[in-house]
């Protein structure tokens, strides 16, 4: 029952998500959202000083594609080498190369133009943030897992509280140093945490289907 409850709640979460995205995108598509990008940036960047730029730039590059690349296959040998957990190694794989491919076709579809920044050069189109998507794929599916094997709550809420706070913070170092708007950063968070609780609804139904099988083998 429990794990039913689990399942509905991934699900209806994995819903509304997708709808908070769906705004999103269409008040970028229609230009509805200059307002909300402006007063965001403002209290950002507002924030700029000499000591705080390079810890931006810091947690940017984190989120780049080299890093991510590196801390994925630290995660991917946890997986396999300490918890021997192939089902969820599987997992993280989809989540994260799902989370790319999407992320290539909403900017190829929106092909909104990058901001104009003083502190990055960047290519390619703005919306969703790809960095954002992806922190939000490798730290969120990294947080699902790891506190699944969690031996306490309060481990589990450490491991929740650091994954998410690194997602904050390469979201907003994005801002920061202008490579991205805020909806941007938004749309990329909802897209892929939409994405990653379908793929819990996916990898627990699964689960439960084997488990279920294996019981009446028995």
Same mark, same amino acid.
């Given at each position: 029952?429990?794990?039913f *409850?689990?399942?509905?709640?991934a699900f209806?979460?994995a819903?509304?998500?997708? @709808?908070?995205?769906?705004l999103? %995108?269409?008040?970028?598509r229609?230009? *509805? /959202?200059?307002?909300?990008?402006?007063?965001? /940036?403002?209290?950002?960047t507002? @924030? $700029?000083s000499?000591?705080?730029?390079?810890?931006? $730039?810091f947690f940017?590059?984190?989120?780049?594609g080299?890093v991510?690349t590196?801390?994925?296959?630290?995660m @991917?040998?946890?997986?396999? @080498?300490i918890?021997?957990?192939?089902?969820?190694?599987?997992?993280? =794989?989809?989540?994260?190369v799902?989370? =790319?491919?999407i992320?290539?076709?909403? *900017?190829?579809?929106?092909?909104?133009?990058?901001?104009i920044?003083q502190?990055?050069e960047?290519?390619?189109?703005?919306?969703?943030?790809?960095?954002?998507?992806?922190a939000? %794929?490798?730290?969120?599916?990294a947080?699902?897992?790891?506190? $699944?094997h969690?031996?306490?709550?309060?481990?589990?809420?450490? /491991?929740i509280?650091?994954?998410?706070?690194?997602?904050?913070?390469?979201? %907003?170092?994005?801002?920061? =140093?202008?490579?991205h708007?805020?909806s941007?950063?938004?749309g990329g968070?909802? %897209?892929?945490a939409?994405?990653?609780? =379908?793929?819990?609804?996916?990898?627990?139904g699964t689960t439960?289907?084997? *488990?279920r099988?294996?019981?009446?083998?028995?």
């Amino acid at each position: 029952m429990n794990e039913f *409850k689990r399942v509905r709640g991934a699900f209806g979460l994995a819903v509304l998500l997708t @709808l908070g995205f769906a705004l999103i %995108a269409m008040m970028v598509r229609y230009e *509805k /959202i200059a307002g909300f990008d402006s007063a965001i /940036i403002s209290v950002i960047t507002g @924030l $700029r000083s000499s000591a705080l730029t390079p810890v931006m $730039r810091f947690f940017s590059a984190i989120g780049g594609g080299t890093v991510s690349t590196i801390l994925s296959f630290v995660m @991917l040998g946890i997986l396999y @080498l300490i918890f021997r957990q192939r089902r969820e190694l599987i997992f993280f =794989l989809f989540v994260s190369v799902g989370s =790319l491919l999407i992320n290539s076709l909403f *900017k190829n579809l929106f092909q909104r133009e990058r901001p104009i920044s003083q502190f990055v050069e960047e290519g390619g189109f703005s919306f969703p943030s790809g960095q954002s998507m992806a922190a939000m %794929a490798l730290y969120g599916t990294a947080a699902y897992l790891l506190a $699944r094997h969690a031996a306490s709550t309060k481990a589990k809420i450490v /491991i929740i509280a650091i994954s998410l706070s690194m997602v904050v913070i390469i979201g %907003a170092s994005r801002i920061y =140093l202008g490579a991205h708007y805020p909806s941007d950063i938004m749309g990329g968070y909802s %897209a892929t945490a939409a994405w990653l609780c =379908l793929s819990v609804v996916l990898f627990n139904g699964t689960t439960g289907t084997k *488990k279920r099988r294996m019981t009446a083998d028995m």
